[in-house]
């Protein structure tokens, strides 16, 4: 007699398993915690990398004047404030995250920088986005992911806000190729990042927590077979600083 499986439906966090409706108040609770030295951190933890990933992707997504972008997990709002200066006074960014903390952050960032008129900010799940299919020419996630709940979910979502065309950009850490930069990795990421969360943001927990979901993200084969299965063509992707971080990309038809 066949029995039914009655167990809730479980994710990651970390190295954790938690049912499904546990994570995202877990991942709230990292970013409210870690919000106000986010910015701080992501310079140190990357010595000032990040920057270079982040133009790397602004270089592929091939966005011009006029066009409309959506910047999914956009917290701070650095891919916003790249993205707008594309798109220029006749585009439009939406900028959308689902931690009122760390999107109000980057709008105060944005507007204080002066970028005005061309974003609009929305509180939102990347599982779910609140907007009417097929508007957009380019859809990004960076380093956001590996926080959602279900990333099949996510990559639907956002694959469905595409005109044809367009194309869908995720930016995410993952784990080098080569042996030694790859155990060289794995003793900055396990024993120096969560120290200097500790010092500079005063939690040690949630840049645990970084460091173990980066290990639990699907490797970049898996994702892209998963971009593929999202309904998304041509889809590949480029491994960036020996493969601690990969772009990839995929277009919707
Ligand atoms: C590591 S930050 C990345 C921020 C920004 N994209 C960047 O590259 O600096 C991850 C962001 O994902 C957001 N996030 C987590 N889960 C989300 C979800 N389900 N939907 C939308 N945003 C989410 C967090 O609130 C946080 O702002």
């Known amino acids: ?19 499904q409706d546990e994570k995202a108040p877990l991942v709230a609770d990292v970013f409210r915690s870690v919000a106000r030295r986010y910015d701080l951190m992501n310079d140190l933890m990357s010595m000032g990398g990040h920057r270079l990933w982040k133009d790397f992707l602004i270089s592929r997504s091939a966005v011009r004047p006029g066009q409309q972008v959506l910047d999914v997990a956009a917290g701070t709002g650095d891919l916003t404030r790249r ?8 585009g ?21 920088g002066g970028v005005v008129g061309n974003v609009d900010y929305l ?3 990347a599982e779910n986005l609140p907007l009417r299919d097929r508007q957009f020419d380019c859809v990004c996630i960076a380093f956001g992911l590996r926080n959602v ?19 869908l950009l995720v930016l995410e850490f993952s784990r080098p190729q080569a042996d030694f930069l790859a155990r060289c990795y794995d003793f ?26 980066i290990r639990r993200h699907p490797d970049p084969q898996t994702l892209k077979d998963m971009m593929q ?19 990839h990309c995929g277009f919707r038809y």
Do not use: C, W
Request: glycine fraction near 12%.
């Open 92 to 112: 439009r960014v939406v900028a959308i995250d689902i931690n009122p903390e760390m999107l109000g952050l980057g709008r105060t960032r944005l507007v204080d």
């Open 149 to 167: 709940t279900r990333i099949t979910s996510a990559l639907e979502s956002m694959a469905s806000m595409l005109r044809p065309g367009g194309r």
């Open 188 to 213: 900055y990421s396990f024993n120096v990042i969560p120290r200097l969360g500790k010092i500079v943001a005063g939690d040690e927990a949630s840049y645990r927590y970084l460091v173990e979901s």
């Open 1 to 19: 007699m066949e029995t039914q499986d009655t167990r809730p439906a479980t994710a990651d966090f970390g190295f954790a398993r938690v049912a």
């Open 123 to 125: 509180i939102g799940d």
């Open 83 to 90: 993205f707008a200066d594309e798109v220029g006074e006749r």
């Open 229 to 247: 299965a999202s309904g998304l063509d041509d889809v590949g992707y480029h491994n960036l600083s020996g493969g601690i971080v990969v772009l």
